[in-house]
Protein backbone atom coordinates (compact mmCIF):
# COMPACT_ATOMS: atom_id res chain seq x y z
CA UNK A 1 0.00 0.00 0.00
CA UNK A 2 3.13 1.91 -0.07
CA UNK A 3 3.00 2.75 -3.20
CA UNK A 4 -0.21 3.90 -3.77
CA UNK A 5 -0.44 6.00 -0.34
CA UNK A 6 2.69 8.07 -2.16
CA UNK A 7 0.40 7.68 -5.84
CA UNK A 8 -2.33 9.16 -3.77
CA UNK A 9 -0.30 11.65 -1.88
CA UNK A 10 1.25 13.07 -5.22
CA UNK A 11 -2.24 12.85 -6.99
CA UNK A 12 -3.37 14.98 -3.44
CA UNK A 13 -0.08 17.21 -3.88
CA UNK A 14 -0.85 17.69 -7.54
CA UNK A 15 -4.49 18.50 -7.22
CA UNK A 16 -3.75 21.14 -3.98
CA UNK A 17 -1.30 22.54 -6.01
CA UNK A 18 -3.29 22.86 -9.22
CA UNK A 19 -6.50 24.07 -6.74
CA UNK A 20 -3.53 26.90 -5.96
CA UNK A 21 -2.73 27.94 -9.05
CA UNK A 22 -6.46 28.10 -9.79
CA UNK A 23 -6.62 30.50 -7.12
CA UNK A 24 -3.80 32.63 -7.79
CA UNK A 25 -4.85 32.52 -11.27
CA UNK A 26 -8.11 34.31 -10.41
CA UNK A 27 -6.74 36.39 -7.63
CA UNK A 28 -4.56 38.08 -9.99
CA UNK A 29 -6.61 37.94 -12.49
CA UNK A 30 -9.70 39.84 -9.64
CA UNK A 31 -6.76 42.03 -9.20
CA UNK A 32 -5.87 42.84 -12.47
CA UNK A 33 -9.96 43.78 -13.26
CA UNK A 34 -9.97 46.05 -10.47
CA UNK A 35 -6.68 47.89 -11.73
CA UNK A 36 -8.05 48.03 -14.98
CA UNK A 37 -11.55 49.35 -13.88
CA UNK A 38 -9.84 51.60 -11.52
CA UNK A 39 -7.44 53.23 -14.04
CA UNK A 40 -10.32 53.27 -17.06
CA UNK A 41 -12.24 55.58 -13.65
CA UNK A 42 -9.15 57.79 -12.78
CA UNK A 43 -8.78 58.26 -17.03
CA UNK A 44 -12.47 59.10 -17.52
CA UNK A 45 -12.62 61.35 -14.21
CA UNK A 46 -9.56 62.98 -15.73
CA UNK A 47 -10.82 63.51 -19.24
CA UNK A 48 -13.86 64.60 -18.12
CA UNK A 49 -12.03 67.55 -15.74
CA UNK A 50 -9.93 68.55 -18.50
CA UNK A 51 -12.68 68.87 -21.38
CA UNK A 52 -14.66 70.73 -18.19
CA UNK A 53 -11.44 72.97 -18.28
CA UNK A 54 -11.07 73.64 -21.75
CA UNK A 55 -14.83 74.28 -22.03
CA UNK A 56 -14.49 77.13 -19.33
CA UNK A 57 -11.07 78.31 -20.79
CA UNK A 58 -12.77 78.57 -24.60
CA UNK A 59 -16.22 80.25 -22.89
CA UNK A 60 -13.95 82.86 -20.70
CA UNK A 61 -11.76 83.25 -23.91
CA UNK A 62 -15.15 84.12 -26.14
CA UNK A 63 -16.53 86.49 -23.77
CA UNK A 64 -13.07 88.04 -23.10
CA UNK A 65 -13.13 88.56 -27.02
CA UNK A 66 -16.00 89.60 -27.22
CA UNK A 67 -15.58 92.41 -24.42
CA UNK A 68 -12.99 93.85 -26.10
CA UNK A 69 -14.18 93.87 -29.25
CA UNK A 70 -17.36 95.96 -27.74
CA UNK A 71 -14.68 98.02 -26.20
CA UNK A 72 -12.92 98.59 -29.44
CA UNK A 73 -16.19 99.00 -31.41
CA UNK A 74 -17.17 101.79 -28.66
CA UNK A 75 -13.72 103.91 -28.93
CA UNK A 76 -13.94 103.34 -33.10
CA UNK A 77 -17.65 105.36 -32.48
CA UNK A 78 -16.65 107.68 -29.70
CA UNK A 79 -13.78 108.54 -31.88
CA UNK A 80 -15.92 109.04 -34.80
CA UNK A 81 -18.45 111.55 -32.85
CA UNK A 82 -15.20 113.36 -31.81
CA UNK A 83 -14.35 114.31 -35.28
CA UNK A 84 -18.05 114.64 -36.64
CA UNK A 85 -18.26 117.43 -33.20
CA UNK A 86 -15.08 118.93 -34.51
CA UNK A 87 -16.61 119.25 -37.98
CA UNK A 88 -19.63 120.69 -36.62
CA UNK A 89 -18.10 122.78 -34.81
CA UNK A 90 -15.43 124.36 -37.55
CA UNK A 91 -16.50 123.03 -41.50
CA UNK A 92 -14.70 125.62 -42.92
CA UNK A 93 -11.47 124.04 -41.34
CA UNK A 94 -12.28 120.77 -41.85
CA UNK A 95 -12.64 121.58 -45.52
CA UNK A 96 -9.91 123.40 -46.38
CA UNK A 97 -8.27 120.39 -44.15
CA UNK A 98 -9.46 118.09 -46.75
CA UNK A 99 -8.53 120.07 -49.54
CA UNK A 100 -4.94 120.30 -48.05
CA UNK A 101 -4.78 116.20 -47.54
CA UNK A 102 -6.46 115.94 -50.87
CA UNK A 103 -3.84 117.98 -52.68
CA UNK A 104 -0.70 116.82 -50.54
CA UNK A 105 -1.45 112.69 -51.67
CA UNK A 106 -2.34 114.11 -55.16
CA UNK A 107 1.05 115.99 -55.11
CA UNK A 108 2.41 112.78 -53.77
CA UNK A 109 0.98 110.21 -56.50
CA UNK A 110 3.68 109.84 -59.16
CA UNK A 111 2.75 110.27 -62.86
CA UNK A 112 2.59 106.84 -64.81
CA UNK A 113 4.59 106.36 -68.57
CA UNK A 114 1.10 105.17 -69.81
CA UNK A 115 -0.76 108.58 -68.14
CA UNK A 116 1.75 110.81 -69.78
CA UNK A 117 1.50 108.83 -72.90
CA UNK A 118 -2.21 108.63 -73.42
CA UNK A 119 -2.76 112.30 -72.02
CA UNK A 120 0.28 114.09 -73.50
CA UNK A 121 -0.91 117.82 -74.36
CA UNK A 122 -4.37 117.12 -72.97
CA UNK A 123 -2.35 115.91 -69.36
CA UNK A 124 -0.92 119.19 -69.69
CA UNK A 125 -3.75 121.41 -70.36
CA UNK A 126 -5.66 119.33 -67.30
CA UNK A 127 -2.57 120.16 -65.27
CA UNK A 128 -2.47 123.96 -65.91
CA UNK A 129 -6.53 124.20 -65.19
CA UNK A 130 -6.25 121.90 -62.34
CA UNK A 131 -3.79 124.70 -60.94
CA UNK A 132 -5.35 127.86 -61.87
CA UNK A 133 -8.75 125.85 -59.74
CA UNK A 134 -6.21 125.18 -57.25
CA UNK A 135 -4.98 128.83 -56.62
CA UNK A 136 -8.71 130.15 -57.53
CA UNK A 137 -9.98 127.87 -54.41
CA UNK A 138 -7.01 128.97 -52.46
CA UNK A 139 -7.63 132.72 -53.38
CA UNK A 140 -11.69 131.68 -52.50
CA UNK A 141 -11.02 130.09 -49.21
CA UNK A 142 -8.66 133.28 -47.97
CA UNK A 143 -11.24 135.22 -48.99
CA UNK A 144 -14.08 133.62 -47.30
CA UNK A 145 -11.63 132.79 -43.81
CA UNK A 146 -10.85 136.42 -44.33
CA UNK A 147 -15.15 137.54 -44.47
CA UNK A 148 -15.81 134.90 -41.72
CA UNK A 149 -12.97 136.95 -39.54
CA UNK A 150 -11.07 133.89 -39.17
CA UNK A 151 -7.14 134.77 -39.23
CA UNK A 152 -4.46 132.15 -41.15
CA UNK A 153 -2.65 131.09 -37.52
CA UNK A 154 -6.73 130.58 -36.64
CA UNK A 155 -7.31 128.24 -39.29
CA UNK A 156 -3.75 126.67 -38.66
CA UNK A 157 -5.12 126.18 -34.82
CA UNK A 158 -8.22 124.43 -35.60
CA UNK A 159 -6.55 122.19 -38.32
CA UNK A 160 -3.66 120.87 -35.95
CA UNK A 161 -6.35 120.46 -33.40
CA UNK A 162 -9.13 118.17 -35.75
CA UNK A 163 -5.94 116.58 -36.77
CA UNK A 164 -4.26 116.13 -33.37
CA UNK A 165 -7.72 114.61 -32.26
CA UNK A 166 -8.07 112.17 -35.07
CA UNK A 167 -4.39 110.69 -34.60
CA UNK A 168 -5.44 110.19 -30.95
CA UNK A 169 -8.76 108.54 -32.08
CA UNK A 170 -6.78 106.04 -34.55
CA UNK A 171 -4.09 105.36 -31.70
CA UNK A 172 -6.95 104.57 -29.23
CA UNK A 173 -8.93 102.65 -31.61
CA UNK A 174 -5.37 100.94 -33.19
CA UNK A 175 -4.40 99.95 -29.42
CA UNK A 176 -7.90 99.12 -28.69
CA UNK A 177 -7.83 96.09 -31.82
CA UNK A 178 -4.51 95.20 -30.69
CA UNK A 179 -5.84 94.38 -26.95
CA UNK A 180 -8.65 92.80 -28.47
CA UNK A 181 -6.01 90.77 -30.69
CA UNK A 182 -3.80 89.75 -27.50
CA UNK A 183 -6.99 89.19 -25.64
CA UNK A 184 -8.62 86.62 -28.39
CA UNK A 185 -5.61 84.87 -29.02
CA UNK A 186 -4.93 83.94 -25.19
CA UNK A 187 -2.10 86.84 -24.46
CA UNK A 188 -2.06 88.57 -21.70
CA UNK A 189 -3.08 92.17 -20.71
CA UNK A 190 1.23 92.37 -19.75
CA UNK A 191 3.19 93.51 -22.96
CA UNK A 192 5.43 90.97 -23.64
CA UNK A 193 9.73 91.98 -23.84
Known sequence: MNAT??????????ETARAAIRDGIDSARTHVNEAAHSAYARTKDGLDQARGAVSDAYAAGRDKASDAYATAREKAR??????????????????LGG???GAAIGALLPRTHRESKVLG???GKLH???????????????????????????AREVMKSLLDGAIA??????TAAVDSARKASGGTDKPQS
Open 78 to 95: SAGRSAAEGIDSNPVAAL
Open 99 to 101: LAI
Open 169 to 174: ALGTAG
Open 5 to 14: SDKDDIAAAA
Open 121 to 123: AVG
Open 128 to 154: GAAHEASEAAKAAGRDKLAELGISQDK
